[in-house]
């Protein structure tokens, strides 16, 4: 999932950024670091756990930014394949039981003479309808999303303030 804001839009963002372009990074960049922050946090807080302490795929959430020649990038993300799955759900198939009994044996108030015939059955209902989306990063987004516009316009006018100064 990628999500971009244009910046051309903000007023001579782009020949500011021919005449000062040190300038633009650095705001720039600060910008895109706070928003990364607020993003990753909302997105954290939308993923769900597995069996354990949430370490796994909420705690491998992190952000990079990187200020380029003629650019800015932030990235919210995560390397763990499974991501992917969890946020957009997936078709019908039947995943290994022994997760899905750690899963159970963590979170469900099962009987332990019962977990494994439990586990068997979401396995076997994964494996008629398959599982919902999360859509953490898209959910996370879009709940910071006026916020990251504002954190951008400050960014531009703390560059035109510089600009001014100079």
């Known amino acids: ?4 804001i244009d910046a051309s839009a903000f007023d001579n963002l782009e020949q500011a950024w021919e005449r000062a ?7 720039m960049l600060t910008a895109v670091v706070v928003s990364d922050v607020l993003i990753g946090r909302e997105v954290k807080e939308r993923t769900p756990t597995g069996a354990g302490s949430g ?16 650019n800015v990038i932030g990235m919210v993300g995560t390397s763990l394949a499974y991501a992917v799955p969890v946020e957009l759900g997936t078709r019908p198939h039947f995943p290994p039981v022994a997760p899905i009994l750690d899963w159970v044996k963590a979170r469900l108030d099962v009987p332990e003479n019962q977990q494994v015939s439990v586990a068997h059955a979401i396995v076997r209902k994964i494996g008629k309808v ?5 859509h953490m990063f898209e959910r996370g987004f879009d709940a910071t999303a006026s916020q990251v516009e504002r954190y951008m316009a400050l960014g531009v006018e703390r560059v035109r303030d510089r600009l001014a100064e100079s």
């Open 130 to 134: 398959g599982t919902k989306g999360a």
């Open 21 to 27: 372009p040190e300038i633009v990074r650095e705001e």
């Open 55 to 70: 370490a796994g795929l909420r705690g491998s959430i992190g952000a990079t930014e990187e200020g380029l020649a003629d």
């Open 1 to 4: 999932m990628q999500i971009q």
